[in-house]
Each structure stands twice: as structure tokens, then as C-alpha cells.
């Protein structure tokens, strides 16, 4: 069954330093998506990404983010300047269709620690 | 404003009893879906009702959609050990597909 792919797994990185959690979404999907979990909170959104170019984003999602599709295969998020706050789950998922019959497939998710 | 607030937020039961959990919404919807997490891992989508929809089943699976009261519940019958999770329910408003709201989730915890 096709799958998302997130790499790394797991990732600890000094403050202030830049980061790059990669993603490989399922093939044939068109939309594209970054959401972070802190943990033992909720899901939350931070982009979405559909044609090359970002379609919606959060109010977490500021300047030091930046969303990428390098090959047409990959999906990556970029974090600038790292802040300890930022230690948190990092999910891709990816979607078929922009239509509401459309589930989100998730990948594992990049654990993000900030030192 | 705060979408998609599931209660309670922590639910234990022995195996084989039902599991009920609700969520709550406070804008209009396009449709609901339910999502499940095991520790540590990634979402698995589960179902997904539409606002038109006042009931769907998918297994042991039933979730009802009351959008008048702007809430939906997830039934697990018979559960099983293997059903502990983290549930959620995630709104989209506008059907456009350019986000999911989730909620702050149900830790199920079923006990063999």
C-alpha cells in the first residue's frame, strides 16, 4: 500500500540552527501538508501546498518557515533559525483530491528536538 | 476560535465494552473526519461524514453528525486491546481541502 515517507525520524539540533524535515508523499497525490504536534498537544496546521506554491498557511507558519518541492517528488520543510519552541512532531500527509471526499495520508513524523 | 474539542479526554473501558467518544465544533462545516493515533506514531484516517450525512458505520466503527448541535460522536463496539489510541476529529469548513482543524483528542485506553 503506498505510503508517506518522512525523514529524519528523529532529529536534535541546536538553537539556532537551520533544519530540513524531508517528505516523500504518495505519487499520485496532488495537495500536500505540514502539521506539528507538541507534545501532548493537538494537531496543529501549518501549510498546505498544491500546484508548486503554498495554497493556505497559519499564523505559526511565519517567516523563519518555507515549504519546497525540489523534483516533484519530494516535500520539504525548511526551518530557518530554530527556536526551542519549535521542538515538537513534524507530520507531512499528502491528499488525492482538493475535493471534501479526500482523506489525509500521514506519514510517521520527524520528532524535532531544539537544545 | 477553537474547532473540534473531543471529550472526555481520557476514556478507559475492558475489552470487548464500547467505546463513545464526542467531539464538538463551533463553525460550519463542509464534512468531519476521524482520525486515529497511536503513541508516537502517525494519524490514520478512519472515517469521514458529511455534513449531509447524519450517520455513517465503517466496521466497528459508527459516527453520527448532528450539525444543529454542531457535534459528532465515534462509537467503537466490541473493543479490543488493539483499539488503544489517541482519537481525533478534524473539521473542514469549506470542503476546499486546504486544511484539516483537529481537535485536542480522546486517549482510549482499553483494558484486556
Known amino acids: 500500500e503506498p505510503e508517506v515517507t518522512q525523514t529524519p525520524s528523529h532529529q536534535v539540533t541546536q538553537m539556532g540552527q537551520e533544519v530540513i524535515l524531508r517528505c516523500v508523499p504518495i505519487?499520485?497525490?496532488?495537495?500536500f501538508y505540514w502539521y506539528r504536534q507538541i507534545l501532548g498537544q493537538k494537531v496543529e496546521f501549518l501549510v498546505s501546498f498544491y500546484n508548486n506554491e503554498i495554497s493556505e498557511k497559519s499564523e505559526i507558519f511565519d517567516d523563519q518557515f518555507s515549504v519546497e518541492r525540489p523534483d516533484g517528488s519530494n516535500f520539504t520543510l525548511k526551518i530557518r533559525s530554530t527556536k526551542l519552541e519549535d521542538s515538537a512532531m513534524y507530520f507531512c500527509?499528502?491528499?488525492?483530491?482538493?475535493?471534501?471526499?479526500?482523506?489525509?495520508?500521514f506519514g510517521e513524523g520527524s520528532r524535532l528536538t531544539v537544545l | 476560535s477553537q474547532q473540534g474539542e473531543e471529550d472526555p479526554q481520557a476514556l478507559s473501558i475492558q475489552e470487548g465494552e464500547n467505546a463513545t467518544m464526542n467531539c464538538s465544533y463551533k463553525t460550519s462545516i463542509n464534512n468531519l473526519q476521524w482520525y486515529r493515533q497511536n503513541s508516537g506514531r502517525g494519524l490514520v484516517h478512519l472515517i469521514l461524514i458529511r455534513s449531509n450525512e447524519r450517520e455513517k458505520h465503517s466496521g466497528r466503527l459508527r459516527v453520527t453528525l448532528d450539525t444543529s448541535k454542531k457535534s459528532s460522536s465515534l462509537l467503537i463496539t466490541a473493543s479490543r486491546a488493539a483499539d488503544t489510541a489517541s482519537y481525533f476529529c478534524?473539521?473542514?469548513?469549506?470542503?476546499?481541502?486546504?486544511?484539516?482543524?483537529f481537535g485536542s483528542g480522546t486517549q482510549l485506553t482499553v483494558l484486556p
Open positions: 500527509a499528502s491528499r488525492l483530491t482538493g475535493a471534501s471526499s479526500g482523506e489525509l495520508f
Open positions: 505519487s499520485n497525490h496532488l495537495y
Open positions: 478534524a473539521t473542514d469548513p469549506s470542503g476546499s481541502a486546504r486544511q484539516l482543524t
